[in-house]
T-cell receptor, first 117, second 111 residues
Framework: GAVVSQHPSWVICKSGTSVKIECRSLDFQATTMFWYRQFPKQSLMLMAT?????????EQGVEKDKFLINHASLTLSTLTVTSAHPEDSSFYICSARDYTGLGGTQDFGPGTRLLVL | DAKTTQPPSMDCAEGRAANLPCNHSTISGNEYVYWYRQIHSQGPQYIIH?????ETNEMASLIITEDRKSSTLILPHATLRDTAVYYCIVRPAGNNRKLIWGLGTSLAVNP
């Protein structure tokens, strides 16, 4: 499958600071990237869909001013958690769509574990 | 809400075939069946997908019933490294279509 990387793999920050997470598609151009959040023992929850060159589409209940998404190129999308609080501690995962026709697949990054103290 | 139903957990002996069932009785004609797995603390990994025909790749086989209301993922010779949560997802064709994740099946492969 296609390779998607994330950086950093884990981050610890103080409450009130902002954290930026990068998602890169390494061997293909991704017009669409997705950002997910996963709490312990729960499934993945889609936060937003990001299309290159346009504003992200956020899922219901996800604050767009708190979770800033930028998809400025076909290989890079960033998620910035602004003014992070302990309840934002979670596993953040991005995925990129390698569109190969009607049944195209999504490939996922390794995830970023965020701990807000 | 996820459109699939999976058993919460299963066990399998190492070297044996693991057969993971999934019910998707409300699947529509243009929806594909996707299987992903997630090993602990990692991002999900794509396994296989299909529309109505059975599919096989180097990782697994996907058997879809004729009425498409259920499917089975088969890992032919399970290893300890196959221990993971396996997710069955139905998704319409087309770009930007979302994957809706359920709780999956936690597969434990035992030595």
């Amino acid at each position: 499958g296609a390779v998607v990387s994330q950086h950093p793999s884990w981050v610890i920050c103080k409450s009130g600071t902002s954290v930026k997470i990068e998602c890169r598609s390494l061997d293909f151009q991704a017009t669409t990237m997705f950002w997910y959040r996963q709490f312990p023992k729960q499934s993945l929850m889609l936060m937003a869909t990001s299309n290159e060159g346009s504003k992200a589409t956020y899922e219901q209940g996800v604050e767009k001013d708190k979770f800033l998404i930028n998809h400025a190129s076909l290989t890079l999308s960033t998620l910035t958690v602004t003014s992070a609080h302990p309840e934002d501690s979670s596993f953040y995962i991005c995925s990129a769509r390698d569109y190969t026709g009607l049944g195209g697949t999504q490939d996922f990054g390794p995830g970023t574990r965020l701990l807000v103290l | 809400d996820a459109k699939t139903t999976q058993p919460p957990s299963m066990d399998c002996a190492e070297g044996r075939a693991a057969n993971l069932p999934c019910n998707h009785s409300t699947i529509s004609g243009n929806e594909y069946v996707y299987w992903y797995r997630q090993i602990h603390s990692q991002g999900p990994q794509y396994i296989i997908h299909g529309l109505k025909n059975n599919e096989t790749n180097e990782m697994a086989s996907l058997i879809i019933t004729e009425d498409r209301k259920s499917s089975t993922l088969i890992l032919p010779h399970a290893t300890l490294r196959d221990t993971a949560v396996y997710y069955c997802i139905v998704r319409p064709a087309g770009n930007n279509r979302k994957l809706i994740w359920g709780l999956g099946t936690s597969l434990a492969v035992n030595p």
